[in-house]
């Protein structure tokens, strides 16, 4: 037998004591729940989970099913005793199960309403138990499945949305700030100390490097890049890879072979849409999971990369990579690197990046930003780059009411609160917007609310003694005009 099934074995065994205990606890304390199916109730739940998992994608594959027969047999004598991998295939135990991961289970939620009644945490103790159980059935496949991956952020969506408010859920005390505002132009800002800006190739003097702090848990992370506005399909995406990278880490972890993958990445859309925001979560997600050691960011352009003089676009590139060791390099308007005649020295840095990401395949990752259509020209200008950066991840324009949702989050954050009349000319303003190539998106929202906050104090400065709520109350006055730019923004 391989090592696969004993895995699952256990993470199976895990689950019906874990989570029996906590369900034994809370038919102690609540006796009018019938405590003598305890066992039961709680092997059947993980074999629900289980089997939905698997029955996601339909495959049923052979390690899937054997992995099922040699966790439960001797928890479902008579169902599994004597069963055969064809035999589960066959039978009707795995049709329609998929279904069952559609919501929180009424053992999630009985557990949940015990948290609420007693302050008890055993929700927290199914929701871990549950993931681990989810991501090691898709481990039992050397390369899972898109369906696998997706079920089981649907799993952990449902058990977070159970557990809302409780001051036990994985999220409860999380802190930073919330990213739903950030855009590419002050992405630096907000994210501190692991976020570095090449611009010219030059360091000065090397200072030794502060103590890291602990890595985030991925859990934090994900919930960061939810209270994103908008992005929908970017989230999902980032779910993806990380689902995928820790099923990959747990079969690593058990010596088990696992399907080659580039974690290298293209982001593709018109400025402002969080792709530097997204790039700094990737990072630490990076670093949560073991991928990089440090999960740094650096940003840099063509210009941070290519100089005017032979052999030098060499030097740059490498110096710049060697920053980003440990972490992400993200380049911005990469396809810039792919324009010029055959004596540009962007193309220099295009095949010394290849050889870079060949070297340090194992310490750095390199996500190339840009325009969709013209990073099709930055792939294409090295055959090596097509098979390092075979995914892309699209982001979207904003809609008029993401917009008002980052413009409004500003605000808050800033202290000053719209009222129905801004509300009504902003959201006018965005309408007005043609939405073209270069569109400015979260950077458009911050730039007409810097706008906004200059023009409502040239208004307020005539006021004598102005009370807190004229001071923070932004009205329609201070509103560009519909096909009026922002006079006033710090942004670019």
């Known amino acids: 037998m391989s090592n696969e099934p004993r895995q699952m074995q256990r993470a199976v065994e895990t689950f019906v004591t874990e989570v029996g205990d906590a369900m034994r606890d809370v038919v102690g304390r609540l006796p009018t ?14 074999f629900n989970l289980v089997t939905a998992l698997i029955d996601v994608d339909r495959r049923h594959t052979d390690a899937e099913l054997w992995g099922v027969i040699f966790s439960f047999w001797r ?14 295939r066959q ?16 053992m999630m939620e009985i557990l949940v309403a015990a948290d609420r009644r007693f302050s008890t945490s055993h929700s927290r103790t199914y929701y871990d138990r549950a993931l681990h159980l989810a991501f090691t059935v898709a481990a039992l496949d050397a390369a899972p499945s898109r369906a696998e991956l997706a079920a089981i952020d649907t799993l952990r969506t449902n058990l977070l949305a159970a557990m809302e408010g409780l001051p036990a859920s994985p999220l409860a005390g999380r802190s930073g700030p919330t990213a739903d505002s950030i855009s590419e132009g002050d992405a630096t800002a907000h994210a501190g100390p692991s976020t570095a800006t090449a611009s010219d190739g030059q360091t000065d ?39 995928l990278l820790r099923v990959q880490q747990l079969r690593a972890e058990r010596n088990l072979p696992t399907t080659p993958q580039s974690r290298h990445l293209v982001f593709t859309g018109n400025p402002g849409t969080g792709k530097t925001t997204v790039a700094r979560l ?25 100089s005017g003089f032979v052999g030098q676009t060499a030097l740059k590139v490498m110096e710049v990579a060697e920053r980003a060791v440990g972490g992400v390099l993200l380049i911005d308007e990469a396809y810039a690197l792919a324009r010029g005649g055959e004596n540009d020295f962007g193309r220099e840095a295009i095949d010394t990046l290849v ?3 060949e070297d340090r395949r194992d310490e750095l990752v390199v996500i190339a930003a840009g325009y969709p259509s013209e990073m099709a020209d930055f792939i294409a200008a090295n055959p090596g780059l097509a098979s390092r950066f075979p995914k892309t991840i699209f982001f979207p324009d904003y809609s008029d009411d993401e917009l008002w949702s980052i413009f409004s989050s500003i605000g808050e954050k800033a202290g000053y609160h719209p009222d129905e009349g ?14 073209d190539k270069g569109f400015g998106n979260g950077r458009l929202a911050r730039n007409l609310f810097e706008d906004a906050v200059a023009r409502q104090a040239g208004r307020v400065v005539t006021i004598t003694d102005p009370t807190d709520e004229q001071l923070t109350t932004l009205t329609a006055e201070d509103i560009a005009a519909p096909g009026e730019g922002p006079r006033h923004s710090n942004s670019a």
Do not use: H
């Not at 405590?35 to 039961?40: A, F, H, I, L, P």
């Not at 008579?78 to 991998?85: H, Y």
């Not at 039978?91 to 009424?106: C, I, M, N, Y």
């Not at 994900?222 to 929908?232: F, Q």
């Open 282 to 306: 990737l990072a630490e997600i990076y670093r949560s999971l073991g991928v990089v050691e440090k999960g740094q960011l650096v940003e840099t352009d063509r210009s941070g990369l290519v």
């Open 33 to 46: 729940l019938d405590g003598r199916k305890v066992d039961q109730d709680v092997t059947t739940e993980a």
């Open 205 to 243: 003097s090397p200072e030794p490097e502060p103590e890291l702090p602990p890595a985030r848990p991925v859990e934090e992370l994900l919930a960061e890049l939810d209270d994103l506005v908008g992005l929908d399909s970017v989230k999902t995406e980032v779910k993806l890879v990380t689902n």
């Open 75 to 88: 928890l479902m004598p008579d169902e599994l005793g004597v069963a055969k991998a064809d035999d589960l």
């Open 422 to 435: 801004a509300e009504a000319a902003v959201r006018a303003w965005f309408a007005s917007v043609p939405r």
């Open 355 to 357: 050889k870079v990401i």
């Open 91 to 106: 039978s009707d135990l795995l049709v329609g199960r998929a279904a069952w991961l559609e919501k929180a289970s009424p």
